[in-house]
């Protein structure tokens, strides 16, 4: 009797186990979501968090090993002026969790994602806004920076990695950084991400950076996207990305269909599209198990790509090229804030 119990722990144990290193597979969530609005102009962060929790209980009952929630999730799209920004952003210090750990004080709504991420025992990735003290000579007048920022959360709930949006879409709210950052995280499942935030998309960095220079092949990607048609509606522009970069494309989308804001979906490359929704009921999580690509193959793939693009013209021309580029972006794009604190890298 004691030895079919045994076995019978051991068969739950394994229904019920999550991608290994060496699985060909993980399962991915994503989350096209509506969030609430408050009426009377208080922050609806603590409100939309909560329901961001009953997504994470849902997806890890079906195993999930990662889970998106969309740009503006939290806040809304209809934020308020900066002077008011306060209650709805927060500090998001690296490499501290939010759940079991008490001295630093952050929004509520990041120690009760934190506590879901850990009781799912699956990553989180939201979008939310980030409020970081400053001073100096380029430090804003209210004594603050203010990012659009992606946070991601590992398995024991700890915020593991953050991405601060570069290419602003009528976000006076926010700051920017000088250099575009270029952010990757590892998972225990063998798979390294990449995030990146909406309009970025259209942006040689970070976007192509991660693909082609450091050859990221799986990506996470928060969005409030504004379609038009007839080839700019979200779904369009997030399974053509993910095909001509063939990566595996986790995007969550805002859903507000009265601004033509809609559209999330797991793509695979150019394997096409695992699943996609414009959310015609509202509220809804796609799940499916993404392919893990082979880095390795798709590198070489990328080499030999450049190696034939720019057969017969010198490394020096090469780099003369890219830094003309670059210059040209940098002159667009204009100057960005760049006197941060000392400890920016921690926080």
């Not at 009921?281 to 690509?293: C, F, N, R, S, T």
């Amino acid at each position: 009797m004691q030895l079919h119990c045994v076995c019978l722990l051991a068969i739950i144990q394994l229904s019920c186990q999550l991608s290994t290193p060496e699985a060909d597979t993980y399962k991915a969530a994503v989350v096209e979501f509506s969030p609430r609005v408050s009426n009377n102009n208080d922050s609806p962060i603590d409100e939309n968090s909560k329901r961001y929790v009953s997504f994470i209980q849902q997806a890890a009952a079906s195993e999930v090993d990662i889970i998106v929630f969309p740009e503006d999730g939290m806040t809304t799209i209809d934020l308020p002026e900066r002077e008011k920004m306060d209650a709805w952003s927060t500090l998001i210090p690296l490499n501290y969790n939010p759940c079991n750990q008490h001295h630093i004080a952050v929004h509520e709504a990041l120690k009760r994602i934190s506590c879901a991420a850990r009781e799912g025992k699956m990553y989180v990735v939201i979008n939310i806004a980030e409020k970081l003290p400053c001073d100096g000579e380029r430090c804003p007048e209210d004594g603050k920076f203010l990012f659009n920022c992606q946070a991601i959360f590992d398995r024991q709930g700890k915020i593991i990695a953050k991405y601060r949006k570069t290419h602003l879409f009528k976000e006076p709210q926010f700051d920017i950084l000088q250099t575009p950052e270029i952010i990757t995280f590892d998972t225990d499942f063998n798979v390294t991400f990449g995030t990146f935030i909406c309009f970025d998309m259209l942006f040689k960095e970070p976007a192509l950076n991660l693909t082609r220079i450091h050859h990221v092949t799986d990506i996470v990607y928060s969005t409030a996207w504004f379609s038009e048609l007839p080839f700019f509606t979200a779904i369009q522009s997030q399974s053509e990305w993910a095909y001509s970069e063939n990566v595996n494309f986790l995007a969550s989308g805002y859903h507000k269909p009265q601004l033509a804001s809609f559209g999330s979906g797991i793509y695979l490359g150019k394997k096409g599209i695992a699943k996609a929704t414009i959310g015609e009921m509202g509220d809804e999580i796609l799940i499916a198990d993404v392919p893990k690509k082979n880095r390795k193959l798709l590198t070489e793939n990328i080499k030999g790509a450049l190696r034939w693009k720019y057969q017969g013209k010198s490394a020096e021309h090469i780099h003369d090229e890219f830094r003309r580029k670059r210059s040209e972006q940098t002159e667009l794009e204009g100057e960005r804030d760049s006197n941060l604190p000392s400890d920016f890298n921690v926080w």
